[in-house]
Nanobody, 117 residues
Framework: QLQLVESGGGLVQPGGSLRLSCAASGFTLDYYIIGWFRQAPGKEREGVSCISISGDSTNYPDSVKGRFTVSRDNAKNTVDLQMISLLPEDPADYYC??????????WGQGTQVTVAS
């Protein structure tokens, strides 16, 4: 069974940090572009990071640039999202998405991030 499983979400104070992880099972992430997305209640899902297959290229929207860092470890079959300086507007369910032109895309089930003092 092909699965993406996110972990690392939780409750953090404003200004705090969290590290999310996306692990693949049943397939290797080596040939997939990975995106992290988030969706807050009542809002559309938005992308917060993207990393190329090689890991050499990353992209972020202005809302998280300088605070979020995506990285991948193909040997461990994982992609991490390091989040620092979390803001009150960052709480959401965070999802990873693996895409390849040959295989299409896979979503994980999400992990919840809450920012509250």
């Amino acid at each position: 069974q092909l699965q993406l499983v996110e972990s690392g979400g939780g409750l953090v104070q404003p200004g705090g940090s969290l590290r999310l992880s996306c692990a693949a099972s049943g397939f290797t992430l080596d040939y997939y572009i990975i995106g992290w997305f988030r969706q807050a209640p009542g809002k559309e899902r938005e992308g917060v990071s993207c990393i190329s297959i090689s890991g050499d290229s990353t992209n972020y929207p202005d809302s998280v640039k300088g605070r979020f860092t995506v990285s991948r470890d193909n040997a461990k079959n994982t992609v991490d999202l390091q989040m620092i300086s979390l803001l009150p507007e960052d709480p959401a369910d965070y999802y990873c998405y693996a895409f390849s032109p040959a295989s299409g895309g896979f979503w994980g089930q999400g992990t919840q991030v809450t920012v509250a003092s």
